[in-house]
């Protein structure tokens, strides 16, 4: 399956931290090298924003919502990206995906991190 499998989410309070991580076994790695992957949230009612990229140099961008809070890496060995969460707000609340920043890979299910107040 061609579509990224991403895990890691959960609950925490506010100011707490989570790692999620994306996989991609199903595309062999020279395919998974060159891309520019991302990580996507989607909230309840609101449209999907794109949170993170980082490109095959590691070159690293990110909403502005999360800067400073958020770190996106990726272990190309491992095929697997992973976003880094600190300092989490109620706001960051959402379904987390990974795709490439064209948004051509499926969509995977996705994982739920919920912040308490």
């Known amino acids: 399956q061609r579509q990224p499998v991403e895990s890691g989410g959960g609950l925490v309070q506010a100011g707490g931290s989570l790692r999620l991580s994306c996989r991609a076994s199903?595309?062999?790695?020279?395919?998974?090298?060159?891309?520019?992957m991302a990580w996507y949230r989607q909230a309840p009612g609101k449209q999907r924003e794109l949170v993170a990229t980082?490109?095959?140099?590691?070159?690293?961008n990110y909403a502005d919502s999360v800067k400073g809070r958020f770190t996106i890496s990726r272990d190309n060995s491992r095929k697997t990206v992973y976003l880094s969460m600190n300092n989490l707000k109620p706001e960051d609340t959402a379904v987390y995906y990974c795709n490439q920043d064209t948004m051509q890979l499926p969509w995977g299910q996705g994982t739920q991190v919920t912040v308490s107040s």
């Open positions: 199903g595309m062999i790695t020279s395919t998974f090298n060159p891309l520019t």
């Open positions: 980082i490109s095959a140099e590691r070159n690293t």
